[in-house]
């Protein structure tokens, strides 16, 4: 069993509307001194046996073609072996 | 500078479809023994100063409350002061 968790962000360049609206609404809320907000995606993958060799790299390539949109995302992949 | 990292998924005993899609398309791509897949949010909050106290208490309960559905979703909290 291997545990691979697949977190997504939007790149620091590209405007998060959505991670704004969470600042404001904290700030709004009483809690103060929140300087930045940003929102992505968390996908937790489990997979049977260990993740190595081929199954590895595509994994890997799917995370970033599938999982996440390389124009305007990031992704960085853990694996829990 | 305190980082927050406020992960949120489905609770376990919540059907989680758009998972299920991702696991679904995984397979087609290739990707063999895909044996679960869940889809959550991350939240990255970047603070001035320190997270104690009263702020540190404030922002637990926002991240139940604001950040996350209580009915139906978990989350994790993770400060990098």
Do not use: C, W, Y
């Not at 103060?32 to 994994?59: C, H, M, T, Y």
């Amino acid at each position: 069993m291997a545990r691979v968790v697949v977190n997504v962000a939007l790149k620091p360049e590209i405007l998060d509307p959505q991670g704004r609206a969470v600042q404001g609404a904290l700030g709004r809320l009483g809690l103060i001194g929140v300087s930045d907000v940003r929102q992505g995606k968390q996908f937790i993958i489990e997979l049977d046996g260990a993740l190595e060799g081929e199954r590895a790299e595509l994994l890997h390539k799917l995370a970033g073609e599938l999982l996440s949109n390389p124009v305007i995302e990031d992704f960085t992949l853990t694996v829990e072996n």
